[in-house]
């Protein structure tokens, strides 16, 4: 957290000669975007593949002052999105120093800091809260509770000897607490119906009420939620007059196209090792080829999670062949696709009758990326010499403890394999790890398109007549 700067006023006289006026939350997320889109900034940092989608209608939604409610299978970065939403708030905004709610010195609305505001008047001492302060998250749970979101009475506070009566004995929840900032739910229908009925108010008259107490305070938050669809029509629901109270409903989607799934994936996952553009072409590829099979339940979806954790274990994959051989860097190579079925399967729900044929259909969809990526790379690109080096003899093997040079080494010199780096993005003198990634990649596309043989046990693969 930044210290707080030093030119900034100190006592609400400070703050009102300095002409600082109370803003809503609202006015202040609608002033800040629009600043930025006038300035042609980037509002969302780190959200791709929503920019002609869900990001309008976002944008729109703010600039209306709605509350938001986005709807998506899971991994498609709702809870991502909404984070951002701090971004767009002051870097630096005045509360009341030692109030138990982040109020405006010049707007208090609890009555013990009416009372100081009163008797202090331009005294009232002034602190500075960070925007990232401003955001609070709950993730839904069926445990949560009135007294946690909104509030309860605090014993404490009774004995200390204040009556039942005395609206100061209430012990604020975690919305009155994010008075002035942003309120996001994750898993909104998992909330209890009755649950929901109590930020019925909230949404929409902006007070509370715990138990008896004749208490209305006058919030100022932005409530923002997500949803699962699935849930929000079956398993949990979001109640009706709480989704009506929502200004704004809005779809999220998965990556709409490759470029945008690799993107995801690269600016996501944490490599140890090298995993090289065609690799990531390819586990895209499965992501999307996975979304659209029959046999994988389509309903909890394929979450973008899931291209993340495979490209991390491609490259754990080639950082332990890189331990085993001395090879440096540790570049991915295609036979490190091969981990991937095995050790992601649980991340997915398959469709009733698919029991025992899960790997099985994973390694179909996998080949099936490996040859449309190789489509899209070698269009145009006669690999027939490198097939008939293959068959004249020249045996390939590659595998965990095969470098990168000793797949180059098997093959002869061939203009073609210079014409396959290149569409790799690799140069001649690059490390002959990522030269070989790119040979084995149209090894597999010769596989696969039944031009090769390939041999295949626990240790090793062959490539060969």
């Not at 002052?65 to 870097?91: F, I």
């Not at 274990?313 to 991937?340: H, K, Y």
């Amino acid at each position: 957290m930044n210290d707080v700067p030093a030119n900034l006023p100190r006592t609400a006289g400070d703050l009102r000669a300095a002409g600082h006026l109370p803003r809503s939350i609202s006015r202040e997320l609608h002033d800040n975007l629009l600043a930025k889109l006038r300035a042609g900034e980037d509002a969302w940092p780190g959200i791709v593949g929503f920019s002609r989608t869900v990001l309008p209608q976002l944008e729109r939604a703010l600039l209306a002052g709605h509350d938001v409610v986005l709807l998506g299978e899971r991994g498609q970065g709702k809870t991502r999105l909404l984070r951002t939403l701090a971004g767009l708030l002051d870097e630096w905004t005045p509360v009341i120093e030692g109030a138990e709610l982040a109020e405006h010195p010049l707007d208090p609305i609890t009555p013990e800091s009416r009372r100081r505001a009163a008797e202090l008047g331009d005294a009232l001492p002034v602190t500075w809260r960070h925007r990232d302060e401003r955001y609070t998250e709950k993730l839904a749970t069926p445990d949560t509770s009135v007294g946690d979101l909104i509030g309860d009475v605090d014993p404490v506070k009774v004995a200390e000897g204040r009556s039942l009566g005395d609206p100061e004995t209430i012990h604020f929840g975690l919305v009155p607490r994010a008075h002035r900032g942003i309120v996001a739910i994750n898993e909104l229908p998992d909330l209890a119906e009755r649950i929901q009925v109590a930020l019925l108010n909230v949404m929409e008259e902006r007070d509370i009420q715990v138990r008896g107490y004749t208490l209305r305070l006058p919030l100022d938050v932005l409530l923002v939620a997500t949803a699962n669809p699935e849930d929000y029509t079956n398993r949990g629901r979001i109640i009706t007059p709480l989704k009506d109270r929502f200004g704004a409903e809005i779809r999220t989607h998965y990556p709409l196209d490759v470029e945008a799934e690799v993107a995801v994936v690269r600016q996501e996952a944490h490599l140890v090792a090298e995993v090289g553009e065609p690799l990531l072409e390819v586990l895209a590829r499965f992501v999307r080829n996975l979304r659209e099979s029959p046999v994988i339940d389509q309903r909890s979806g394929v979450s973008a999670r899931f291209a993340v954790a495979a490209a991390e274990t491609v490259g754990a994959a080639a950082l332990r062949r890189s331990a085993l051989t001395g090879e440096e860097p540790a570049v991915a190579r295609p036979v490190d696709l091969d981990a991937v079925p095995g050790v992601l399967r649980g991340k997915l729900e398959f469709e009733p009758g698919e029991e025992g044929r899960e790997t099985e259909h994973l390694v179909h969809l996998l080949r099936r990326a490996v040859a449309e990526t190789a489509r899209s790379r070698f269009a145009g690109l006669d690999l027939l010499p490198l097939a008939d080096a293959v068959e004249s003899g020249h045996l390939v093997a590659t595998g965990e403890r095969v470098p990168g040079k000793d797949v180059l080494a098997a093959l002869p010199e061939l203009p073609v394999l210079h014409d396959v780096a290149a569409r790799a993005g690799v140069g001649p003198d690059e490390p002959a790890g990522r030269i070989a990634a790119a040979v084995e990649l149209a090894l597999e596309s010769l596989f696969l398109s039944r031009k090769l043989a390939k041999d295949s046990d626990d240790d090793s693969t062959v490539y060969g007549r």
